[in-house]
């Protein structure tokens, strides 16, 4: 990552995944924390590629109210697959895609692929590992990781089914707090690594990331999906689905430093940031806070 001191911004002001209104406004609420110049001042080359279309709820009908009902997935879709294809195009530069709900990494991650064998790191207090028979609400946004590695509506797995295809062992859920009863289930039948709130007390945040980076060593890229309800609402009130018990102020900077000191990541999303809900775009603040120390920030 030290070498690639250009940043490609792209924001997805989107919310048809979350069963709030209100992420759509992440994009704007991130910028407007001052993110250009915070990766400016770490030395970035900042290149802002804009919002992409994507259509309000108010112009859509809802696909379906039952619960698996995969609200809005033809506009899901849509914006996914245009996403992934503008991800696909940067080419030499670390890109930030700013939701928005969760749901835009069923496009920005197979985009960012790009053939290469691709480590994920989800930092969530979800596991968003939901199908349509498991989901209790159908809103997408607690789907896309089960998507991206195979599980679910088939219109939703066709989006990250590009080669090679992301592999169970290359994914790390961390932060977790808050899982349905149905994807607990398949969460253990898939095998996928998960470090909840629970392993993180009791091992320890440096313990946990040393395990994550040498799990990453495999890998030739690493994407880190971060969603900012994995931090306690105490410190980061703007967000669509808060649970309490989650990382402190601290804790998610030292993961983020420990991470960046690793010098593994390439890309980012930084999602689920509400400011209907928040306090002085504080939530938003700290997010990108938490991206510069992730992308270079060292307190000496």
Known sequence: MRAMMRAVILGVPMDLGAGRRGVDMGPSAIRYARLH???RS????????????????????INGGEPGGLHYLEAIQSACA??????????GAFPVVLGGDHSISIGSIPGLRRGRRTGLIWIDAHADFNTPETSPSGNIHGMPLAALLGYGDPRLVALGAREPRLRLEDVVLLGVRSVDPGERILLREAGVTVYTMKEIDRMGLPTVAANVVAQMERVEQVHVSFDADVLDPSVAPGVGTPVPGGLTYREAHLLMELLSDAGIVTSLDLVEVNPILDEKNRTAEIVVELAASLMGKKIL
């Open 82 to 91: 245009e996403l992934s294809q503008r991800v696909e195009a940067i080419e």
């Open 42 to 61: 770490l030395g970035y080359e900042v290149h802002d590629l804009g919002d992409l279309e994507v259509p309000v709820v108010e112009t859509l009908k």
């Open 37 to 39: 110049e915070v990766l």
